[in-house]
């Protein structure tokens, strides 16, 4: 029983026992104690600069479930002050910015069919797609942006999976896949095994910026990522390949329907570096299936692509498309007889 209420239903002092008088008199000190330190603790919380009480409220910050947050602005008056306060420039206070973050992550779970953050926190796949003959979920650059600020937030999701229509894909915002893989931070997506963006712009600038989120830890359990269509040309392709090629776990690669050409495939499949430590020894080691379809490779970047198959480049590929390249007949065919298990496949873009 809580000491308080113990205490409350106790007989009057003259008709206790000395034990029970003892044991009132216990209770008394314990409440004491718990009394004293609260207040201690709020007392520290206050004493701490301003500036680190706001990067305490930042960390627990989470439009999902800002339950801890606004305990915590709530723990003390001159806290709850702090995190009312409109700080110079910002435009508006820690709690307002709070409350507007869990409002729009709450509008976004409705656009994409989820009732409720907790349902949205607890997902394992989340499936958006805006096909011509279906129901259009059209997701713009400001929803991709909250959802990308989410991606730190979603501990449970497996799949993230975004199909936007084709024939609208040239309509579609020019950075809306760019700041939706902006958003991604350390160890945003722990769980997701398979992320695709098909006929969502990503661009080069996107691509540099979803290597540099896989380099601080993003998406750690990847098995499949599907880029098509994605507006990622060589320059892209060269800041994604590192990153791509340091990811063991790696099984599915799709980047159909892409501007890359040579450059960008030769960085792909660049050798380790010499001195790379034996679990190194060969990158995108369990890679299986691997789509190059309608982009710009040509008959040299064919020949490139046998020569590494010849050294033991990507062992465990079974499957490539080559459809629809700038490349030859002569050429692609060599890619296939350069592996003797690797066959081609079914591949194409948007949806």
Do not use: W
């Not at 894909?169 to 997701?192: I, M, Y």
């Amino acid at each position: 029983m809580d000491p308080l209420a113990a205490l409350l239903s106790e007989r009057p002092p003259q008709l206790l026992s000395a034990t029970e008088l003892r044991f009132r008199i216990a209770l008394l000190e314990h409440t004491a104690r718990a009394c004293r330190t609260e207040l201690e603790s709020r007392a520290s919380l206050d004493a701490l600069p301003d500036e680190i009480q706001q990067l305490l409220f930042g960390k627990l910050c989470n439009a999902l479930d800002p339950r801890s947050a606004v305990a915590y602005s709530s723990a003390s008056k001159e806290l709850r002050e702090l995190m009312q306060r409109v700080g110079k420039g910002a435009g508006k206070s820690p709690l307002q910015q709070l409350k507007e973050e869990n409002a729009e992550a709450a509008a976004l779970g409705l656009k994409m069919g989820v009732q409720s953050c907790k349902a949205l926190r607890e997902a394992k796949r989340i499936e958006c797609r805006c096909l011509s003959t279906k129901i259009c979920v059209d997701l713009s650059a400001t929803d991709l942006a909250t959802l990308g600020k989410l991606t730190q937030v979603l501990p449970a999701l497996e799949k993230l999976i975004l199909i936007e229509d084709e024939a609208l894909a040239a309509l579609a915002d020019p950075d809306g896949g760019q700041r939706l893989v902006e958003g991604l931070g350390v160890g945003s997506l722990p769980a997701v095994t398979y992320f695709a963006l098909v006929d969502v712009p990503v661009g080069d600038a996107g691509a540099s910026a979803l290597a540099a989120a896989l380099g601080h830890g993003a998406l750690p359990r990847l098995e499949r990522l599907q880029l098509d269509n994605a507006a990622i040309g060589d320059a892209g392709l060269l800041a994604l390949a590192p990153a791509l090629r340091r990811r063991p776990a790696l099984e599915k690669l799709l980047l159909d329907y892409n501007l890359f050409g040579d450059a960008g495939l030769a960085a792909l499949v660049a050798p380790p570096p010499a001195d790379a430590p034996s679990p190194q020894a060969e990158v995108l080691s369990e890679l299986k299936e691997l789509g190059l379809s309608s982009t710009e490779i040509t008959d040299d970047g064919c020949a490139h692509l046998a020569s590494r198959l010849r050294s033991g480049a990507l062992p465990a590929l079974e499957e490539i498309c080559l459809a629809r390249i700038a490349a030859g007949a002569a050429a692609t065919a060599g890619v296939y007889q350069a592996h003797a298990r690797l066959r081609g496949f079914s591949c194409g873009g948007g949806g």
